[in-house]
């Protein structure tokens, strides 16, 4: 089994889930919000959420 964190960020009023592959180069690999550039270590308006995903597929 499998544990995928997904993070999320409410700036737009609905969740909207974060593209961890963009933000691997710099930073040290941390999601960040493309539209109001949030990250769970810099959420000044607290809009990051992340959710614990498990598959069981594996
Ligand atoms: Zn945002």
Redesign the pocket.
């Known amino acids: 089994m499998t544990v995928y964190r997904k993070w999320f960020?409410?700036?737009?009023g609905s969740p909207?889930e974060?593209d961890y592959n963009e933000v691997l180069s710099e930073d040290g690999g941390e999601p960040v919000?493309?539209?109001?550039?949030?990250t769970p270590s810099s959420d000044p308006?607290r809009?990051?959420t992340f959710r614990d995903q498990e598959d069981w597929e594996d």
């Open positions: 960020c409410n700036c737009t909207r974060l919000c493309p539209r109001c550039g949030a308006k809009t990051i």
